[in-house]
Every structure is written in C-alpha cells, then in structure tokens.
C-alpha cells in the first residue's frame, strides 16, 4: 500500500467517526485531523494516539518500512525509493551510469581515457560517468567487477525488451507498494557490447524512466550517454523545487552601455537555453531575468508570476535604466501580446518582440542590425 494521506488516515480516527475521544488533544495535537495531517508527513508517532484503531496502526507501520535499500558504491549513491511516480513525492536518487573497462581488450587505455575526459554541462551542472568498474585488473580509484558483482545489487538481464522492462516494473512495484523484503535491493541492467547504439539507446532510456537504479554499459559512446544524461537529468529532478536560477541582471562578453537586453524568466532551462545563445552572440548583452518561482514565460504569464510590474520592478531594483543607454528590451516572443502593457509600465524602454524559440536569437539579432 502507498503512503496515506492525512485526509485517508483522519477516516479512521474518532473525530471522522463522531466517536468517543473526538479532538480530545491527548496526543498532543489540538484536533484529531491536526493529528493526522502530522502522521501523514512522518511528524508524530502513532502511539501517542490511544484510541487509534489497530488496522490504521498496522498500515502505518508497514508504511514506515523503507521500500528500497539505498546503497553507497565510491560516493555514489542509488536505490532508496519510495515512490513509483515522481510526481507522488519525488525520485531519491538517479540512475547510475558506469561503464566496464576490460584490461584484456587492445584499447582499454583509449577508453578510459575518453571515459575520465568526458563531461556535459547542463542547466549549471556537469554530468559525468558515475561509475568505472575494471575487469581483470586494478584502477586506481575504480571498482573492480570481482567487488561490483558483490554488491547488494539485483541485476536484471537485458536480454528481451519487454520482459527486462515487465521485470523491473515488477521489482519496483512489489518494494515500493508492498515493501516485499525480496524486492528491497535497488536493481541493475547491464549492457554487453552492441554495434546497434540506436536500439542501446531506446532500451537505456526506457530503463532509466521505469526503473533501473543503475545502467552498466561495456559500450562508452559520448553522443549516447549525453542523451541519456540529459534524459536522467529531466527525470530526476526534484517537483518539489522547481529548476531556478536567481533573478538578476546577467552579463554576457562585457556589455557596456549600449549593449543589447534581453529579458526572461528565472526558469533555469530557458535561463541556460537563452544564456547559451547570449553567449555565442558576436555582440555583448545583458539578460535580465525576471523571478517567476522557476516557471517558463509563458507558464509564468499564465499564474500571473510574469507580469508588467514584476518585469518594471526588477530593473527598478538593479537601477537598471541609469546603468544603460540603450532604451530597448527584448523580450520572448511568447509574450509578444504583453508589449503594451510591459510600455505602460516600463516607462524608460521600448519593448521589442524578439524570438519564440533561443536557438532563433542569433538570426534575429542579425536582422535588427
Ligand atoms: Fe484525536 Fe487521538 Fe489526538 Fe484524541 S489523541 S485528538 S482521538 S488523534
């Protein structure tokens, strides 16, 4: 059984029965349903209700029981999920990536080599192999697979597509909602060498979404694993803490007083998507990024995070329009409708509609010459 809310486990309590005892605040709380919404978040323990009933004691008990082993392998960890949707909670920790060097192959020098240099970096992150694990022969600070194959780990083998993924669908489902103790270490696949990286691909991904806690590839291809990488990266991001960079004025090769500005919401993938292209530009700019409590632009616009006065308070905080002669913003193209109201408002500047999309800004900013 997944976790119960606190609405689920006040069913079962007096006040929701009009029983005896109904918010008589013995457990310290001042109604039975303060009582419950604590329980619910793992703030109180059960027995300091008396008149809890048995059959809610036993669900919550069982509940408590962590779901998934987390384990610890060189620093990295994996496992330790209690959910089976990210959006119920959130994942704990991503799938991890190792590769296998084999000292008996010719080029294993080459391989590591590529292996240690590669990095991606990503929505102010860099992204590397999580793990090295050395067959016959030692590394220093790599796992060798005598102790890998050790591990408190379950390897599912990728051998049929379907059956790899009903496995661990199965795994996941009977550690997380029926805490089944067989179930409980966190699960692997491992990947034999493949000319096919398409087909590597397609499977690496689907296991990375549903529910491999660790990919171990004998193959090491950059273009692969950075898309895998990116895709980890999107899964196992925290719903709880949308992605947001701080809202200030950004800089881009040294602008000075006549340099272009764009503006934007502190949603960090189109903070980075925009910053990118800024960078790129043959031209210096400032990004001016508005705070929208990590929403795209138009997400943003839509909750009323993005608006004219949002947009005019913060280039009033960083004094903006003395620090600038250039009296013009550009703003997304997807808040093209808010041209108007962001003049009305913005008072020192015209508004330009720039791009829908970043990858367009060089183009256009090519045409505004
Ligand atoms: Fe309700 Fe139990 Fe708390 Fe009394 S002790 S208020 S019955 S939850």
Redesign the pocket.
Known sequence: MSELSGLQIFKY???AKKAE???????G?P??MA?ALKLAKHQIECE?????PADLKEIVVQNAKQPQKTIEINGVKIGGENVLYRHEKTFNNRTAIAVVVDMQEPDWEKKLEKIKNFEIKRVNEILKVDLIIVKNGNIDGALTFDDFIKLPLKEIVDEDFSKTAEELIETRTKAVLEKDEKYCDPVYVYFKHTDDLNTLCAKASYYICKYANMLVFEDFDEYLFSALMTLRQNIFTDPQKPLQVEAKIYEFNNPDENSLIFLTTNFALTFFAVANELESLPVPSYLVVTPAEGMSVLTAWSAEKFTAKVAANTLKKFDFANKVKNRKIIIPGLLAHMKEELEEEIKDFEIVVGTVEAFAISEFVQKMK
């Open positions: 309590l007096p006040a005892h109904t918010n008589c605040k013995e457990c709380c109604t039975c009582f300091k209700c008396p008149y809890m």
